[in-house]
């Protein structure tokens, strides 16, 4: 069966300090990959989407980025945290048509 | 752009009684509707799902129906019970791509 990995669970960063949060799938290949954020109360705001390795796609502009070294590894990195990149950030995969949706990363900006 | 739009923002019903929510899509390439249920602090997990090919799917207390003429597609809950206090949202996607719009969600309250 296939899981999802992401990690840490929780984060507390001063502005301005760099980030890297981390994304794995197991049990699948070659599959479409997603970085959304959801402020506190809110809903799913797609940051990054992916259909392959090295394949990265924003739909936000804004002052983070990810990649994809490995076919099942999404990264998020920013190289200066914002206040406003406060949030809980949700990796996602689809292989067929359903999305699933990882633990997700609470992300608290000080 | 394409878009998803949900309704209501929130919700309250008494225990027992069924609650409805709405979305509209603007794809008409779109023909896989699935519904997410997030309960706080926790991840969007699916609940149920429908493909444009089916009008009508169930699953015991939750159907979703759909109708493709108006791009409209609504969540049905009945006998609703406390624990089915959490934010659904809904999604519409199209097979083969990487497109998946969500809903904005809908915040439901079973009030005991």
């Known amino acids: 069966s296939q899981t999802i990995h992401q990690w840490p669970a929780t984060l507390v960063q001063p502005v301005g300090s760099p980030l890297s949060l981390e994304c794995t799938v197991e049990g699948t290949s070659n599959p479409n990959l997603y970085w959304y954020r959801q402020a506190a109360g809110r809903g799913l705001q797609l940051l990054f989407y992916?259909?392959?390795?090295?394949?990265i796609s924003s739909e936000v502009p804004q002052n983070l980025s990810a990649s994809r070294p490995q076919d099942r590894q999404f990264i998020l990195s920013s190289k200066k945290l914002l206040l406003s990149d406060s949030g809980f950030y949700l990796c996602?995969?689809?292989?067929?048509?359903?999305?699933?949706f990882g633990p997700g990363t609470r992300l608290t900006v000080l | 752009g394409e878009n998803v739009e949900q309704h209501p923002s929130t919700l309250s019903v008494q225990e027992g009684d069924s609650a409805v929510i709405k979305c509209t899509y603007s794809?008409?390439?779109?023909?896989?509707f699935p519904w997410y249920k997030q309960e706080l602090g926790k991840r969007p997990q699916l609940i149920i799902d429908i493909r444009s090919n089916v009008g009508e799917k169930k699953d015991q207390r939750i159907a979703v129906t759909l109708n493709k003429t108006a791009k409209h597609f609504s969540l049905h809950i009945t006998e609703t019970q406390p624990e089915d206090s959490a934010v659904y949202f809904c999604?519409?996607?199209?097979?083969?791509?990487?497109?998946?719009?969500f809903g904005t969600g809908t915040r439901l309250k079973v009030l005991a």
């Open positions: 794809d008409s390439a779109s023909n896989y």
């Open positions: 992916s259909v392959g390795i090295g394949q």
């Open positions: 999604a519409a996607s199209t097979s083969g791509t990487y497109k998946y719009i």
């Open positions: 996602a995969w689809t292989s067929t048509d359903t999305q699933y």
